[in-house]
């Protein structure tokens, strides 16, 4: 069966350190990823999507980054976080078909 | 662009049953999604509908009306773990692999 991952599940970080997430999937071959942020009471924004590897499409403009260095590896990150980059991140995977996707546990960012 | 409408909050008893709907204004549709996320949780896959009518899993249906750019997500014999936030959310010719999801529904079922 499949399994995705995220790390770490929760982060505390001041105003502009870098950031690094990182995402991986188990079980599957080629997945579709996916990174979406959560605001409190929010619902989920598309960050960026990747068909494969090195392939990622942006879906907002912002000070973060993306890279799929692996299959099943997806990893978000940031050179200088921002107060505003706060949020519940959440990894997600799908097959070719992008309507059922799977999320992974999340991590809880607090930027201070 | 697209723009999807849901209730923000329904209230329910248990063992009732509950209707979400969904409505979205978009060109080139595919389909639509239901998304159930529990407080502090990660969102869980529900249903998928691209053509009009009625799945059914379990406890759970879903419906889509292409025509009228609606759907509903129904909910039968309520349980207190139903009590989540659900998400519609859909995708057209213009998202391409996006997934454009609503503002979520809250549902809480009262003993």
């Known amino acids: 069966s499949q399994t995705i991952h995220q790390w770490p599940a929760t982060l505390v970080q001041p105003v502009g350190s870098p950031l690094s997430l990182e995402c991986t999937v188990e079980?599957?071959?080629?997945?579709?990823l996916y990174w979406y942020r959560q605001a409190a009471g929010r619902g989920l924004q598309l960050l960026f999507y990747?068909?494969?590897?090195?392939?990622i499409s942006s879906e907002v403009p912002q000070n973060l980054s993306a890279s799929r260095p692996q299959d099943r590896q997806f990893i978000l990150s940031s050179k200088k976080l921002l107060l505003s980059d706060s949020g519940f991140y959440l990894c997600?995977?799908?097959?070719?078909?992008?309507?059922?996707?799977?999320f992974g546990p999340g991590t809880r960012l607090t930027v201070t | 662009g697209q723009s999807l409408e849901q209730p923000s909050e329904v209230t329910a008893v248990e063992g009732a049953i509950v209707q979400i709907n969904c409505t979205y204004q978009?060109?080139?549709?595919?389909?639509l999604s239901w998304y159930q996320q529990h407080d502090g949780g990660a969102p869980t896959f529900l249903s998928y509908?691209?053509?009009?009518g009625l799945e059914e899993t379990g406890r759970f249906s879903s419906f889509l009306s292409r025509s009228d750019s609606y759907g509903y997500l129904l909910l039968q014999e309520l349980q207190m773990k139903d009590s989540a936030s659900y998400f519609c959310?859909?995708?057209?010719?213009?998202?391409?692999?996006?997934?454009?999801f609503g503002k979520g529904t809250s549902l809480l079922v009262t003993p």
């Open positions: 959310a859909v995708r057209d010719s213009n998202s391409g692999y996006a997934l454009n």
């Open positions: 509908n691209a053509l009009d």
């Open positions: 079980g599957t071959s080629n997945p579709n």
């Open positions: 997600a995977w799908s097959t070719f078909t992008p309507d059922e996707q799977y």
């Open positions: 978009t060109s080139g549709f595919y389909g």
């Open positions: 990747s068909v494969g590897i090195g392939q």
